[in-house]
């Protein structure tokens, strides 16, 4: 397993920016697909954005679409989420996910490696 640790969240008004970001560990990380969920309080994990290995695909839930960017640097390590024009639903703990070869990259029981999460607050 890759060990996974997200930065960047934090309070911003609705409409602001953030970007988060995911260091890898552990393993061969341009080998892993590599995707972004989040956790509302009292509510299901879900999917955010994913990235393949070679970053050549990307994927987005309808709720981001056109406000997210998921990218990745393999000399890095690094998968990013660049968030902008945020709405106070956006509010959440972000988590970055990993493995090898996932077939259906919105589930989360296809990751085998979790990060502790990063909370995201967006104020009206």
């Known amino acids: 397993q890759v060990q996974l640790v997200e930065s960047g969240g934090g309070l911003v008004q609705a409409g602001g920016s953030l970007r988060l970001s995911c260091a890898a560990s552990g393993r061969t990380f341009s080998t892993y697909d590599m995707s972004w969920f989040r956790q509302a309080p009292g509510k299901e994990r879900e999917f955010v954005a994913g990235i393949r290995r070679s970053g050549g695909s990307t994927y987005y839930a309808d709720s981001v679409k056109g406000r997210f960017t998921i990218s990745r640097e393999n000399g890095k390590d690094t998968v990013y989420l660049q968030m902008t024009s945020l709405k106070p639903e956006d509010t959440a703990v972000y988590y970055c996910?990993?493995?090898?070869?996932?077939?259906?990259?919105?589930?989360?029981?296809?990751?085998?490696?979790w990060g502790q999460g990063t909370q995201v607050t967006v104020s009206s």
């Open positions: 996910a990993a493995h090898p070869v996932v077939r259906w990259i919105a589930q989360t029981n296809e990751y085998s490696s």
